[in-house]
């Protein structure tokens, strides 16, 4: 379901820019702040995180660092670029326009709580 995906990965981006945008983080660093402030409701992988985190730095979004974590290991941690920043606002801006047809959609049919209204 390649719209599924898409839709997915989009989210993604959104939620880990929004991360970066309150601080730099590394890359398990923001899997398990989307886990911790989503309520375990959304959870992911680094291996799905990695390729939209490269990508976002493709496109001069994001920006990496490497900085010591003990004696022999460093931890690459990524930062929001202004481009990076104004492509959230982007983002923003879509997804609430979304939130708000599909709330209209719902209760126009009269979706309250999950269930819709039998039909008669």
């Known amino acids: 379901m390649a ?4 839709f997915k990965k989009g989210t993604i981006e ?11 983080c590394y890359g398990y660093q923001i899997t398990q702040k989307i886990k911790e402030q989503s309520g375990g409701a959304i959870t992911v992988t680094e291996g799905a995180l990695y390729p939209i985190l490269y990508k976002l730095s493709d496109k001069g979004y994001v920006s990496d660092y490497k900085k010591p974590a003990g ?3 460093m931890r690459v941690y990524y930062h929001l670029e202004p481009a990076g920043d104004e492509y959230l606002d982007s983002l923003l801006n879509d997804y609430f326009k979304v939130q ?3 709330r209209k959609v719902l ?3 009269h979706v309250e709580d999950g269930r819709a209204a039998a039909h008669k």
């Open 14 to 24: 959104l939620l880990l820019l929004s991360i970066l945008r309150v601080e730099d």
């Open 71 to 73: 004696k022999r290991l």
């Open 100 to 102: 708000e047809g599909v």
């Open 3 to 6: 719209n599924k995906n898409s």
């Open 107 to 109: 209760s126009a049919n």
